[in-house]
């Protein structure tokens, strides 16, 4: 990786303070659940449209050794979702544990403290109780949804640190068939040739390990060595999010003959046109442009469909790289580090004959959801992005040229054209797009172990108060049904108590609701194999969950932008439950002035039993044996909206 320089934000924010970039403070000695030793260091890492394609989620597909050595030492929540599949919503919820009706974004041209209440943000709660809080890459949504700040000065301890090549996501570097430079949404890259001769999410964790690196250097230093500072450090990862750019070698993880298309390619039975995404955000790039995919409905050829998914992986396990150099960090410095990974919404990859986010199906959002409570005890099990990039083939190294053979139009392999004209090897013109099950040199290291997983229902609301109590900070208590004045409080649930019956043999948290307490009680007579055992359906903490997601009308249309429609523009609102059985989604006439829907004029509905489609391919919300069920899901839908977090057994 590259050296890391001090840069400065368009607004003048300097990234690397000069001199000491540490403030001093009293340090916070308190017992918590790391073992008496004060309050925890955190790390959350915030993963831009990740969908749970993880090794440690069942994906056969996905090559993520280092995210899987952080499952493997802590809890999956394996049914975890987003309560909007958008970023700046997305965000702007689980870091103020506020659903989008409380925050009322669902767009990203507002700003929380000025449009709906000057709520308390997870970074901010915890600097507010002594700990020095640091944002590496993107944390908060950029722009006007964060103050162009970064919630500055409320969140942060010091400037948050953007990194400068990002300032090309939109340039056109992806080499065509043409051999020229487009902006295109497949777009493996030669890193030492990118403006800035690097990439963000390589700036980041160079940001961040350096800072880790000068953290501990500091607390060494420090006169007082049995006092010190708690740090929380929040490192976002842009890639998946498209364009799909990542360092070329990662296609060699995914050979373009060994990546399937979606099981359910096609166009959802009984779907209503306001549920559509049309994925107008991939359309303008000039790789779709070029295919003239007809809109809203016309899917993309099978063999463009394949180097998406080939894309969407390669970035995933490009970024899970770099996350194994921050955790390598992490835990060789500070090895007592209480630790989350999670998503921001979902990614379809032509499921539904959909792509990208925007919608209330479950692949848009379903998002990964991961806890570690690090110790000294355990070993550094990491693999930084160097040691992952000697996997590869090598190949000689010469410049990019421009000499590309047509491929696409001959439907050669759009893999081999990248490799072929990046390094010097024989053209394969004759490949086909079979599906091989060989994958080069890779290895899944975890593939037979067991992880540690949660199946209840659980949202990204919930991740304040679970890192709340997990640091031993005061507990937030649950907002009321109107909590516009209410500065700090939540509307999710916290998940100390079963994330600590998993880790913990001497549990004693006091907790709401008679199954957690029948939950923690039981640790007492079921302690074997605990660590390989799964807390069953029955025993959770919601009854439900809930997303949502704008439409400006009935039909998909380009102007407005049905898939990220600005709230001048949205009449409709697509409220979405998800029980242990079912998904129920009713659209509903909305209000843009008073943040009301109108539920006497519903607009459309959706109703999926997972017990018999899980890929949510069949709309049975007109049969007449789910009559009676749809009607007592939408009497829940209309109470859990308000009272989400209170919805206990």
Not at 612 to 621: A, F, K, P, T
Request: aromatic share 12%; net charge positive.
């Amino acid at each position: 990786m590259g050296r890391l320089q001090d840069e400065t934000t368009s607004s003048g924010h300097s990234f690397i303070r000069s001199g000491n970039i540490f403030n001093n403070s009293t340090t916070l000695m308190v017992n918590s659940v790391f073992g008496g030793f004060g309050h925890p260091n955190v790390l959350l890492i915030v993963v831009d449209d990740l969908r749970p394609a993880l090794g440690c989620y069942g994906d056969s597909l996905a090559l993520t050794p280092n995210i899987d050595s952080l499952a493997l030492h802590g809890t999956i929540l394996t049914r975890a979702f987003a309560q909007q599949a958008l970023c700046g919503p997305s965000r702007t919820s689980f870091l103020t544990s506020r659903r989008p009706d409380t925050t009322r974004l669902y767009d990203v041209h507002f700003y929380w403290r000025e449009h709906a209440g000057n709520f308390t943000t997870l970074p901010q709660y915890f600097k507010e109780h002594g700990y020095h809080t640091v944002s590496a890459g993107k944390i908060f949504h950029p722009g006007i949804v964060s103050n162009h700040s970064d919630d500055q000065p409320y969140s942060w301890s010091e400037a948050a640190y953007h990194p400068p090549t990002q300032a090309h996501k939109q340039d056109p570097v992806c080499m065509g068939s043409d051999g020229q430079l487009h902006t295109n949404i497949y777009c493996p890259v030669q890193v030492e040739k990118q403006p800035g001769g690097s990439l963000p999410d390589i700036e980041t964790t160079e940001f961040a390990t350096v800072w880790l690196k000068r953290w501990a250097a500091q607390e060494k230093a420090r006169p007082d060595k049995g006092s010190k500072q708690p740090f929380f450090l929040a490192v976002g990862y842009h890639k998946p999010h498209i364009p799909l750019k990542f360092p070329w070698q990662f296609l060699d993880a995914y050979p373009i003959g060994s990546i399937p298309l979606a099981p359910n390619s096609r166009y959802p039975h009984g779907l209503p046109s306001v549920a559509w995404n049309p994925w107008n955000d991939l359309r303008y790039r000039e790789d779709i442009a070029a295919l003239n995919v007809s809109f809203p409905y016309g899917p993309l050829p099978d063999y463009y469909a394949r180097y998406i998914r080939q894309g969407y992986y390669a970035a995933i396990t490009y970024t899970d790289a770099l996350i194994g150099d921050l955790l390598s960090t992490v835990t060789s410095l500070f090895p007592d580090t209480l630790i989350a990974l999670i998503g921001d919404h979902g990614w379809s990859l032509g499921e539904h004959q959909e792509w990208s986010k925007f919608s209330n199906f479950e692949v848009a959002t379903r998002v990964p959801f991961i806890v570690t409570k690090w110790s000294s005890q355990k070993d550094n099990v990491f693999q930084g992005y160097n040691d992952i990039l000697r996997n590869f083939y090598t190949f000689k190294k010469y410049s990019f040229k421009k000499n590309w053979s047509s491929s696409l139009q001959n439907k050669i392999s759009l893999e081999d054209t990248v490799k072929n004209n990046i390094y010097k090897t024989k053209p394969n013109k004759k490949r086909k797009l079979e599906v091989k099950p060989k994958r080069n040199s890779w290895t899944r290291i975890h593939a037979n172990k067991t992880f540690n997983s949660y199946e209840g229902l659980v949202e990204l609301v919930d991740l304040f108060p679970t890192l709340v109590d997990l640091a031993g900070l005061p507990a937030l208590s649950s907002c009321p049904e109107e909590s516009k004045d209410v500065r700090v409080c939540t509307q999710g649930s916290s998940l100390a108590p079963i994330l600590n019956l998993l880790w913990d043999d001497d549990v004693s948290i006091a907790s709401e609701g008679n199954d957690l307490k029948r939950l923690l009680k039981k640790q007492k007579t079921s302690r074997t194999n605990r660590i390989t055992s799964h807390i069953p359906y029955d025993i959770q903490v919601k009854k439900a969950v809930f997303s949502q997601y704008p439409r400006p009308g009935p039909e998909p249309t380009l102007h407005p932008d049905s898939d990220q429609p600005p709230m001048r523009d949205t009449t409709i609102m697509g409220y979405s439950m998800r029980t242990n059985r079912y998904r129920y989604t009713a659209w509903l006439n909305f209000n843009n002035i008073t943040f009301k829907p109108d539920w006497s004029h519903v607009v459309a509905e959706e109703l999926y039993d997972h017990f018999v489609d899980d890929q949510e391919d069949h709309n049975i919300c007109r049969k007449k044996a789910y009559r009676f069920i749809k009607q007592q899901l939408q009497k829940k839908i209309r109470k859990g909206l308000q009272f989400a977090s209170h919805l206990v057994h």
